[in-house]
């Protein structure tokens, strides 16, 4: 009998809405399986490796299919799981299967004709190769660097992309991304004295033999200086080398000498020890046999607990109960930069061996965690970023969101537009697992939720060993400029509050908003300030590389001497940033050893972690940063944290601003005072009266949440409305003005008053387009169902559009 031939469906790595049919050649049906890749042409001579995702399907009317080529997985790599996860984010979150597999999928899935390629620098050669594979690495050993499509034309098209993944998955050939220089921080080198020069006496003859070589009796002393006589002590070599200014070679020389020996440590924990027995105190106890009694009937769970109070370790106790039987964790953190701290301290308190999951990692590592979660059953504990929800997981039971009140946990940058905690909900709910969200400044939803029984609720009151909560200050910067006690940016209190601080030997966190060193340049002359060709925002000076950089597009430029407009050379930079901040301190402080993480900082491979060690480590006094150093870190001895200037945080145009400073004012002031003495805040503000400080210096989030759900629920802002923005995009500003007020009529068609807008965003233009926003804001009880497919006919008539179909359309549904 004659069977019609196999069609199936595909998806594609593209930003495309729906999955294509091809037909397959019987002698490779019996290979081809949904979850698996497979290799098919598309458009004009280019070849993708895309997805099975449905099987069987029927061709659509008046097309004819091409063939795929070839089948390139054993196994499925993709979960019947994961699809339907994937199917619910794209309805959701109203975005094409083709995005949500892009955000999905690691990297090295995701091979296509553009992708480059080189050889492992570490690969020798044992393993026996077929042919296709011995010329792809036969070709990569003369050159350094192909695209896939190089290779393509060298050999069979159809079989090169499956020689190419399988090279991948032994790790003999690596994709470009992991040859970026900001790769996963992995290894960390550390310098101890070596083990016969560890007694005093010894140590003083090899000072006194140094003075003749004054470079290497300097690095000796400094060494000394940062481990504070603890001759066992290893510091870190970067960190030495800094506070020295000494050279590598300067180092190698004393190393040579045997006075130093150098080991290399993971960057994250040595080993698992599983050693640190968690014994949880009174207000934890009660927490965790909260969480656990409301789990029995709640999908979700919010610890409230203020900062200090151990939520990590409540988290811990929950995680070790679910391994034991035999489920998977998966922990999420919002910032990439907590992860190292946090694995230490979790394979202390869990034992378990930990996966860590996030774009630091190389593609060739998320590949491994990939395939490892694949074929594995339970007891495992993932550490990541949103992108980890992703993961094919097959029996989780429990998903953390640590901070979950953090925007990171939302994907900004592309679609789909999803929000990694309600889409654990989803998940979570889908396969019987539960949610433990936690935070000392919880989302206004969250608690509404929990609030609404809707979510369980526990709550953690006091700091664990009852240290106190930090006392807040306020400083009123009107009254301190007009009494001319300003240094600089800082007022006399903030500098008296510093001095205080270093002579009790403790450390001081200094929180600014900006990075850079100043974020405007003008000409005092004409008025000309510097701004972006392609944004319309003022470029920001950076004194370390003497140009002005665009934060938004990366545009750059030398400092001009003189004004492009006048001519004059009186230009000027005003306000201030992260740098000019630490430049400010140096004069101050001279003594005091001070250091700077922000983004410019921190892209360095091991950057972040080296601040973080060196500031554990006791060998920096002052830590200046931006958002980063609020975040959920864990330092024992910071006495004083300093905000520079409080009130950018709250002059937004936007009905979160109120609760975004809180939080942030909240969460930095957290880092003070975790353990033993009481820590104290400094706020410079120019408007002492603001509400919002009056409820951070109370540490009363009851009541900031009261006067932010009132005002929602009369504004008609969440939870009380949902919101889905829409974003028009396009370099012709009259041209998308117009686009935009087409596609708000569509809108207006179905959902009339309840669309807002189009309106100008508080950045008119970003990277050289102009965007129009818009707003469709739907009161509690609207079907959602009914929305979305209103919104994807409004879609489609765009994009069917002669001429405005040529505008970008963003749809974000719940923006934060
Ligand atoms: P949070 O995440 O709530 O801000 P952490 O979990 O970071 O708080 O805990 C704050 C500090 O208190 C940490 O240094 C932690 O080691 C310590 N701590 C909290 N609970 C315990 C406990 N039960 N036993 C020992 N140390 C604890
Ligand atoms: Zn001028
Ligand atoms: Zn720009």
């Known amino acids: 009998m004659l069977e019609s031939p196999l069609h199936i469906q595909v998806i594609l790595p593209l930003a495309l809405r729906g ?41 659509p009317k008046g097309t004819r299919p091409k063939d795929i080529s070839y089948v390139m997985d054993d196994i499925p790599v993709v979960t019947d799981l994961q699809f339907t996860f994937w199917e619910w984010i794209s309805d959701y979150y109203i975005s094409g299967l083709g995005p949500v597999m892009n955000t999905a999928l690691p990297n090295a899935l995701k091979l296509s004709s553009r992708t480059s390629v080189s050889l492992h620098p570490e690969f020798d050669s044992y393993e026996e190769f077929s042919d296709d594979e011995r010329m792809i690495i036969a070709q990569l050993s003369t050159h350094e660097q192909m695209e896939v499509s190089q290779l393509e034309a060298l050999a069979s098209k159809r079989s090169i992309q499956r020689a190419i993944s399988s090279l991948l998955k032994k790790g003999v050939v690596i994709t470009s991304e992991e040859m970026k220089p900001q790769a996963k921080p992995r290894m960390i080198e550390r310098i101890e004295l070596s083990a016969e020069f560890r007694d005093e006496e010894r140590l003083n003859e090899t000072i006194e033999s140094l003075s003749n070589a ?36 300067i ?22 020890t599983g050693d640190q027995e968690v014994v949880l105190n009174a207000d934890q106890r009660d927490a965790l046999v909260d969480l656990k009694a409301q789990f029995e009937e709640k999908i979700c769970a919010l610890l409230y607990g203020v900062t200090g109070s151990g939520k990590t370790m409540v988290y811990a106790e929950l995680i070790k109960e679910m391994l034991a039987q035999g489920k998977q964790v998966l922990y999420l953190v919002p910032e990439i930069a907590l992860t190292t701290q946090l694995v230490e301290r979790m394979k202390k308190l869990v034992g378990e061996e930990v996966h860590v999951y996030h774009s630091r990692f190389t593609d060739r590592e998320r590949l491994t965690t990939w395939m490892r979660l694949l074929d594995s059953g339970g007891e495992e504990i993932v550490i990541g970023a949103r992108s980890a929800l992703f993961l094919p997981f097959h029996n989780l039971g429990l998903i953390i969101v640590d901070e979950e009140h953090e925007t990171s946990f939302k994907q900004h940058e592309s679609a789909p537009h999803y929000h990694a905690r309600d889409a654990a909900i989803w998940l979570a709910n889908k396969v019987g697992a539960k949610v433990l969200i936690g935070s000392a400044t919880p989302a206004v939803e969250s608690m509404f939720s929990a609030r609404r029984n809707k979510f369980g609720l526990a709550e953690l009151k006091r700091r664990y060993a009852d240290v106190q909560m930090p006392s807040i200050h306020i400083v009123d910067m009107t009254k301190s400029k007009r009494a001319d006690v300003m240094d600089a940016s800082f007022s006399g209190e903030l500098v008296e509050g510093i001095k205080a601080a270093l002579t009790q030997k403790q450390q001081v966190i200094l929180f600014q908003n900006r990075r850079g060193y100043a974020p405007y340049l003008m000409c005092e002359s004409c008025g000309w300030s510097a701004e972006c060709v392609n944004c319309d925002v003022n470029l920001t000076f950076h004194k370390h590389f003497e140009k002005m950089l ?7 430029y030398k400092l001009p001497k003189h004004c492009p407009q006048c001519q004059s050379a009186k230009m000027k930079v ?12 140096e004069n101050i402080f001279p003594e005091a050893r001070i250091a700077r993480m922000d983004l410019d900082t921190t892209r360095k491979k091991n950057a972040f972690q080296n601040l973080i ?3 554990e480590e006791g060998s920096i006094d002052i830590l200046v940063g931006t958002q980063m150093v609020t975040k959920g870190l864990d330092f024992e001895n910071v006495g004083l944290v300093g905000v520079l200037n409080a009130d950018g945080l709250w002059n937004r145009p936007d009905f979160r601003a109120f609760e975004r400073a809180f939080q942030l004012l909240t969460q930095v002031s957290g880092r003070a005072g ?3 003495r009481r820590g104290r805040v400094m706020i410079q503000t120019y408007r ?11 540490h009363s989030y009851e009541a900031m949440y009261q006067h932010q759900i009132a005002e929602r629920q009369q504004f008609l802002y969440p939870p009380y409305a949902r919101i889905i923005q829409f974003k028009l995009m396009h370099q012709d500003a009259k041209f998308n003005r117009e686009a935009a007020q087409f596609f708000a009529g569509l809108l207006r068609e179905r959902f009339e008053r309840r669309v807002l807008g189009p309106e100008e965003p508080p950045i008119p233009r970003i990277r050289g387009r102009y965007i129009r926003q818009i707003y469709l804001k739907l009161e509690q009880g609207v079907s959602l169902g009914k929305t979305r497919q209103a919104i994807w006919e409004c879609i489609d008539i765009l994009e069917g559009h002669e001429s405005y179909r040529k505008v970008k359309l963003q749809v974000d549904v719940d923006p934060v």
Do not use: W
């Open 674 to 676: 975790r353990k033993g």
């Open 550 to 556: 665009c934060h938004y597009c990366g545009y750059s």
């Open 688 to 698: 002492v009266n603001h509400p919002v400080l009056e409820y951070v210096v109370n």
């Open 613 to 615: 060690t060196a500031f």
């Open 19 to 59: 999955a294509f049919t091809y037909r397959v050649p019987e002698e490779i049906a019996p290979d081809v399986e949904v979850g698996k890749r497979v290799v098919v042409p598309f458009g004009k001579r280019r070849y993708y490796s895309v997805l099975v995702y449905k099987m069987g399907v029927d061709v």
């Open 574 to 585: 005003k306000g201030f940033g992260t740098e000019k901040i630490e430049s400010q301190l």
């Open 214 to 249: 004054p470079k290497q009796f300097e690095l000796l002393m400094r060494f000394l200086e940062i481990t504070g006589g603890d001759i066992k002590a290893a510091v870190n070599r970067t960190l030495l080398l800094q506070r020295s200014s000494a050279s590598p070679a």
């Open 251 to 272: 180092l190698r020389s004393l190393l040579d000498k045997g006075v130093f020996s150098s080991l290399e440590i993971l960057a994250h924990g040595e080993e698992s």
